[in-house]
T-cell receptor, first 113, second 113 residues
């Protein structure tokens, strides 16, 4: 049971490049979400999913796409990276039954130059 | 717009002191309030509060929710240097797509020996 895994741990992109941040969980959780964390700003919700095939926008969705083709995986795509997307990205998952505790991945530190 | 505000932004205390961290919120369809501790990695879950007036306790940490006044406090007694971290408050509410989690900006606690 690995919990929530994210890859890569670190990434440097040039402005305009695209890439996908990977997130996977092995707890059969229905709910998965992506956050970005900037200094002094806490965690802001980018996109979330309440189950396979269902996604919705969070607080700061612009510049990001997601899809949820399986329960386990929830990749986050940056379409055309911008310096404003330099941040630490966390993926999280939780179950709708039980405590709603969110389990976080270890994070991806992204720098866009 | 859903809003979660934490205070103070940062706090410096000495070992053995007691601290109180505050979290106020304005959200529609409130479900629960969660506290997390974040060191230099992903947040780790501390408490989930759903009902007013019922204290949750874990060792030297305790928390309580006031749903009438829309706030929660997190108390840490006999602080230790290992308590140094950012403490995040998050509120779960419910919209048409399901549950959403909104985070406050965090309180940075530093405990000096």
């Amino acid at each position: 049971n690995a919990g929530v895994t994210q890859t890569p741990k670190f990434q440097v992109l040039k402005t305009g490049q695209s890439m996908t941040l990977q997130c996977a969980q092995d707890m059969n959780h229905e709910y998965m979400s992506w956050y970005r964390q900037d200094p002094g700003m806490g965690l802001r919700l980018i996109h979330y999913s309440v189950g396979a095939g269902i996604t919705d926008q969070g607080e700061v969705p612009n510049g990001y796409n997601v899809s949820r083709s399986t329960t386990e995986d929830f990749p986050l795509r940056l379409l055309s990276a911008a310096p404003s997307q330099t941040s630490v990205y966390f993926c999280a998952s939780s179950s709708f039954s039980g405590s709603y505790e969110q389990y976080f991945g270890p994070g991806t530190r992204l720098t866009v130059t | 717009e859903d809003k979660v505000v934490q205070s103070p932004l940062s706090l410096v205390v000495h070992e053995g002191d007691t601290v109180t961290l505050n979290c106020s919120y304005e959200v529609t369809n409130f479900r629960s309030l969660l506290w997390y501790k974040q060191e230099k990695k992903a947040p780790t879950f501390l408490f989930m509060l759903t009902s007013s007036g019922i204290e949750k306790k874990s060792g030297r940490l305790s928390s309580i929710l006031d749903k009438k006044e829309l706030f929660s406090i997190l108390n840490i007694t006999a602080t230790q240097t290992g308590d140094s971290a950012v403490y995040l408050c998050a509120v779960m509410n419910y919209n048409n797509a399901g549950n959403m989690l909104t985070f406050g900006g965090g309180t940075r606690l530093m405990v000096k020996p």
